[in-house]
C-alpha cells in the first residue's frame, strides 16, 4: 500500500530503547535528504538525540505519534499535507514543533501566522543559536 | 386529374341540391301527412324544429359539406402528391351523401344510411391526417380503423333488423323499407341504433377528442399554433356527438336548446375546411414572405440573417449553422464550434451552394411539411448565407486565436510555477543544506581564524539564497498557489517600502485569473516604487457582475503611458488574452489609476 511504503522511507533513529541516555529526542519531517542530513549533525550536536526522520507529511504525522519526540523539526512545504496541517494535527501534544523553510514568513498567508508552533526558523539561518533562541532554553 | 376535380365539384353542386331537396321533401311530406295521422299539425312542427330539419339547417349542412369539397379540392390542386385533398374532398361527398339516407325510396335510404354514418369517420380521418395526409401515429390510426368498421358494422345490423314497423332515430315519422331487412321488430332496430350511438358518438367520440388533445399538447410550438384551430373545430364537432350519446339516456331536451346544439356543431363542422384552408393560406404568405426575405436580406448584416429567416418561416426557434470546409464542420454565427442535433425535436434541412455545402438550418420539425418553403428561403439567403459564412469563418478564427492567447498564458504560468518549484527544491535546497552543515564546522571546529572564513562564508551563501528566493517570488509566488490572491497581495504590499492600503476579496477565483490580477498588482507596484515618487498607494480587488476588477492607485506625479515594450503594455495583453479590459489613467501631477477587469465565472 502507499501508506505502508511511506512509513518504510522513514530512516528511523538508532537507539530507541537507550533508557541511559536522557537526551532529548527530535523528530526532522522534510523532503530534502541534504537538508534532513544537515539538521541532523546540527541537532545532534546540540545534544539531540535525532529519533526519526520522515520525508511527507503523513509518514511525518504517524512517526511524531508512534515516536513522541520533544522537538519536531517540520518543513512547511511538503509534497502531500502541508506543514501546516501536520502541526494542526499535533497541536496539544508532547512535542514541540518548530517550522522551517526556504522561504520567508512574509510567503506565508494567515495560516502560518496562526499555526500552533512554538516558532519559525528560516532554513538558511538554521543553527545553534536560532534554534536555542526559538527553544527559549527549554530544550 | 383537373376533369376529375372539376367533375367532384359539379357532382358535389348537385349532390348538394338533391340533398336540399330530399330533406324539404321530407318536410312537406311529414307537414301533410300529419293532418291524416294521430299526430296534430302542432306535433308535427314541433319536430320540425326539434330533430328534424327546416329550410335554413338543411342549407346549412349542405355548405358545410361543400366547403370541405372546395376546401379539399383547392388542397388538392395545390399539392397533388398530398393526399389531405382528396380525403377532404371525399369527405365533402360523403356528408353531401349521408343527406341521401332521409330519401322515401328504398334503395337510397339503404345505402346511404350506411355511407352516412361512415362520412363522419371521412372528416375525422383528414383531421388526424392534417397536414400531411398521412396518421403517423399508431393510435390515431387505430382509432379511425375501428371508427370504420364498428360504424359499418352497426349500420348494417340495424338495416337488418329494422322491418319499417317504426320511425328510426333521427328520422321524420315515415317508415323507410331496408333492402336488406331480414325480419325483426322496429324496437330492435332502434335498440341496436341507440347501442351505435353509445359505442360511436359516444366512446369513440371521446377517444377521437382525447387524441386531438394528445396531439395538440404533443406538438412543436410552430405545428400548434397551424394545427390549434383546426384541432379546436374538431374537439366542438367531437363534442357535439358526445351530448348526442348523453341525450340517448337523458330526457331530450328542449328545443331552443337543441336547436342550439345544432348551430354549434355546424359552426364547427364549417370551422374545420376553413382552418384547412387557413393553413394553406398561411403558407402561401409564408411564400410571399420568402419574396420580402430576398429583399430583406440586401439591407441586413450578417448577424441579422437568422431573425430574417425565422420571421420568413415562421419558426421563432430556428437557428443557422455554417459550414467550414476547413474544419470539415459546422460552426455558430459567433465562430464556435456546433453540432447538429440528432433528436426528433429539431430538424436540419442542409443548404447548397454552387453544389458546396455552405449551411444547416435547424428548424422545428413541422416545417418539414413545406419542403418547398424552406429550400426556396434557403435559396433566397445563399448570397446572404455565403456571406454570413464567411463572417463566421472570420469569428472562428478569431476565436481560435482567442483560444490560443488563453493558452500561451495558461502554458507560460504553468512553466513559471515549475521554474519557482525547480528553484525552490533545487539550488535553494542545496544552498540552505551547505549552510547548515558549515555553521555546524563552524561550531565544531571552535578555530578563530576558520570560524570567521566560515561565518563570511555562510553569509555569502545567505545572499545567494536570498537573491535566489526573490527571483522564485517574482516567476511566481508560491503563496499564490497555496493560499490565493489575497494572502499574496498581502505578502506582496508587505516588502513595499511605503504605505499601501489593501483591500483583497477573500476567496478563491481560477488559477489563471488570480495570477492575472496579481501580476496587474505587481508590475503597477513596480511601476510606483520605480517612477512614481508615491507616497502612498491602494491596492483593491473586488468580484463585480462577473469579473474581478483589480485596482491600483497612487499619489504620484502620473504619466505613466501603456506604450510598446512597457510592462503596461504586456499587462494588458495578459488581460485581454482573458476576454478583459485593462485601463491606465494617468494624468500628469494627478496619480495614476491601473484598473484590470478580468472575467471569472462566479
Known sequence: ?139 | MRILRYSLLAGGIALGIAAYKVQMDNLHVTLIRSVGLPWNLTQAHAMTVGPFTTSARSWAIVSGAWLFLVAGLVAWSRRPSNRLGPLMAAAGIALLLRQLRYSHDAFLFTVFFVVGELSYWVVAHAVFAYPSGRITDRLERGLIKVGYTVTFLFTIAILLLYDGSRPLRFFDPTPRDSLISVGGSGDAAITMQKAFVIVVWGVLAVAAIVLLIRKLVLATPRARRILAPLLLAAITVGLRAVFESIFTFAERPSSVLYDYLFWWQISAFIALPLALLAGFLRARLARASVGDLVLELERTPPQGIRDALRRALDDPTLDVLFWLPERNGFVDAAGRSAELPDHGNRTVTRLQHEGEPLAALVHDPSLLEEPKLVNAAGAAASLALENARLHAETRAQLEQVRESRVRIVATADEERRRIERDIHDGAQQRLVALAVQLRSAQRRLQDPEVDSLLAATVKELQVAVEELRELARGVHPAILTEDGLAAALESLVSRIPFPVDLDAAEGRLPAQVEATAYFVACEALANVVKHARASTATVRTVRRNGLLVVEVEDDGIGGAVAGNGSGLRGLADRVEALGGRLHVESPAEGGTRIVGEIPCAS
Open chain 1, 1 to 139: 500500500m502507499d501508506r505502508d511504503s511511506r512509513v518504510y522511507t522513514v530512516v528511523l533513529g538508532l537507539n530507541l530503547c537507550d533508557h541511559s541516555s536522557m537526551r532529548p529526542t527530535a523528530l526532522i519531517v522534510d523532503d530534502h535528504a541534504a537538508f534532513r542530513a544537515s539538521a541532523k549533525t546540527l541537532l545532534q550536536d546540540e545534544g539531540f538525540q535525532v529519533v526519526g526522520e520522515a520525508e511527507d507529511g503523513r509518514s511525518g504525522l504517524e512517526l511524531a505519534r508512534a515516536l513522541d519526540p520533544d522537538l519536531v523539526l517540520l518543513d512547511v512545504a511538503l509534497p502531500d499535507l502541508s506543514g501546516l496541517d501536520v502541526a494542526e494535527r499535533l497541536a496539544g501534544g508532547h512535542s514541540k514543533v518548530v517550522l522551517v523553510s526556504s522561504r520567508r514568513p512574509g510567503d506565508f498567508g494567515v495560516r502560518f501566522r496562526e499555526a500552533p508552533v512554538l516558532g519559525f526558523i528560516s532554513k538558511d539561518n538554521l543553527s545553534a543559536e536560532t534554534l536555542e533562541q526559538v527553544l527559549g532554553g527549554s530544550a
